[in-house]
């Protein structure tokens, strides 16, 4: 089992603060976020950890005694899936768990992915506070998010009207056996060059739901996660509202 990080964007919403910078570097209790993700991968057993970057890509080079560098080249005008077809043939080889560089967890977000054998996603079932926390109309940047009683996702990334009409947020954690990654590898590349470049992962779920390509699981988390996406998370985050303490 491999872990892959994806850290290529810049963090446009971030403004000024990415600037000279990078979101995956931004502290959270004195701490970069991309240091809670390696810490949660080692403490789940995963010691072969790579890093896809792109934007400001020299930052992380204080972390190759770590993990393994890898490089978008083409981080300008592509998206995560990119960032994920980069690493590639390492995906054809070994079963491996992806993560946004812009999320903390608890490492055992990662452990209950360690023995999944089909394509399968983190959900947060306790996102409903953090998200009234973080914005002042919690739905207004929340999506749908819903499964059926085998776990397997029927719906997830469209607007969604009120916090009730979802059974979780995707929190941005996604796992492969080489053998589901070839079929998700393959059913990304038959889509139009134009589309490919652009699609974000959300999408391309979606896309998989709608095509019925490949089965989605799902995976319940209740342990504390955020994202940083906005200035005011990092404000909410670093308050002595907000308590984390990795385990």
């Known amino acids: 089992m491999i872990g892959i990080i994806l850290a290529a964007g810049r963090g446009s919403r971030l403004?000024?603060?990415t600037k000279n910078n990078h979101k995956a570097l931004l502290l959270i209790k004195g701490k970069a976020l991309i240091k809670y993700q390696i810490d949660a991968f080692y403490k789940a057993g995963i010691k072969k950890i790579y890093i896809i970057t792109?934007?400001?890509?020299?930052?992380?080079?204080s972390y190759k005694d770590q993990v393994?560098?890898?490089?978008?080249?083409?981080?300008?005008?592509?998206?995560?899936?990119?960032?994920?077809?980069?690493?590639?043939?390492?995906?054809?080889?070994?079963p491996a768990i992806i993560s946004y560089s812009d999320i903390f967890y608890e490492?055992?977000?990662?452990?209950?992915?360690?023995?999944?054998?089909?394509?399968s996603i983190l959900y947060s079932s306790s996102w409903k506070e953090l998200?009234?926390?973080?914005?002042?109309?919690?739905a207004d940047d929340a999506e749908t998010f819903s499964i059926d009683n085998l776990g397997y996702l029927k719906d997830i990334g469209e607007p969604l009207d009120c916090l009730r009409n979802a059974?979780?947020?995707?929190?941005?954690?996604?796992?492969?056996?080489?053998?589901?990654?070839?079929?998700?590898?393959?059913?990304?590349?038959?889509?139009?060059?134009n589309k490919r470049s652009k699609i974000d992962v959300t999408s391309f779920l979606k896309h998989l739901l709608m095509t019925k390509s490949l089965n989605i699981k799902t995976i319940k988390y209740d342990g504390i996660w955020g994202e940083v996406d906005i200035p005011t998370d990092l404000e909410y985050y670093n308050s002595n509202s907000f308590y984390f303490q990795q385990k």
């Open 54 to 61: 792109g934007y400001n890509s020299y930052l992380f080079n």
């Open 167 to 193: 059974n979780g947020q995707y929190m941005g954690i996604i796992s492969f056996t080489p053998k589901i990654f070839s079929r998700f590898k393959n059913i990304f590349y038959e889509l139009p060059d």
């Open 107 to 119: 490492s055992y977000a990662l452990k209950s992915l360690l023995n999944q054998k089909e394509l």
């Open 15 to 17: 403004g000024l603060i």
């Open 68 to 94: 393994t560098l890898l490089y978008n080249s083409n981080w300008e005008n592509s998206n995560m899936l990119i960032s994920i077809m980069t690493a590639k043939d390492l995906l054809n080889e070994s």
């Open 131 to 138: 998200w009234e926390k973080r914005f002042k109309n919690a």
